[in-house]
Every structure is written in structure tokens, then in C-alpha cells.
């Protein structure tokens, strides 16, 4: 069995989970294979927010399988992983897309009112990158 204790965090906050999310699926499956609970910061930051941050497709699918209703987690800002996913495009809109495909199959709501105004401030924001972008796309 894992020897790791779950509690452990970065100076930020970041479990262990946190910081495989981000990284890639490898070190993530070690984890969840030697029974990583479901974690989350102060902040309300899942593995899966950081997973979608990144554009870890790999990760998400891992997360949202093993933890469905983090799909609709809201962090204490009100970001939820799909709203994450949309606005931070990675550089690459393939990725960016895969991610909120596996969010959207494992029921992540998309019309799910966000707390405080969240979603309006996204949407807000991607109409501003898009209409800043050549062509009008992300």
C-alpha cells in the first residue's frame, strides 16, 4: 500500500493529487490505484480543475471517472472544471475541446448557475478573446 499521507500539501495548497493532475496521467493513475481520496484546497481547487487548467486529457477522463461529481465542483470563486476548461485554452483548442467533451458526458451542467457571477465573467472574457482573435475563434 501507498505510504504517502494524503494530508500533505505545497506551501500553495496542491495535494498530491493536485500536482499529478496537472502533470500528466502517469503518476496520476499510481495515485488513484493506491486509493487517493478526493481532494481539494482551501480554494475548493479539485485535482480536476488543475487537470482542465493544463489540458490533461488523460487526467480528466481519470478524475471524472474515478470522482463524477467533481465534474460540477465549484471552486469558492465559483469556477467549476467545465468553465475552467472553456477559458483556459491551453494554446491548443483540440485539447481544450477533448476536455470539455469528457466534462460534458459525465453530466458537468453548462447551464449550472455559477456562485456570484463566475460564468458571466467568463463568457464575458472568452467574447473578448475571441472577438481580439483573427477570424473570430479562440
Known sequence: SFEEPWSAR?????????????EGSACLEV????GMPA???SSGHTPL???????QVDSVSLLVDRFPSDADCETTSGH??????????HGDEA?????????????????R???GKAWTSHVRNMSTQASATPGGRW
Do not use: K, W
Open 80 to 89: 467549476t472544471p467545465l468553465m475552467v476548461c472553456i477559458e483556459v485554452l
Open 39 to 41: 481532494t481539494y484546497m
Open 113 to 115: 448557475p455559477a456562485s
Open 31 to 34: 495515485l488513484l490505484e493506491n
Open 95 to 111: 485539447r481544450a475541446a477533448a476536455c470539455a467533451r469528457i466534462l460534458l458526458r459525465a453530466h458537468a451542467d453548462p447551464s
Open 49 to 55: 480543475h488543475f487537470a482542465c487548467q493544463s489540458g
Open 10 to 22: 505545497t506551501p500553495e495548497g496542491c495535494a498530491a493529487g493536485h500536482v499529478a493532475a496537472h
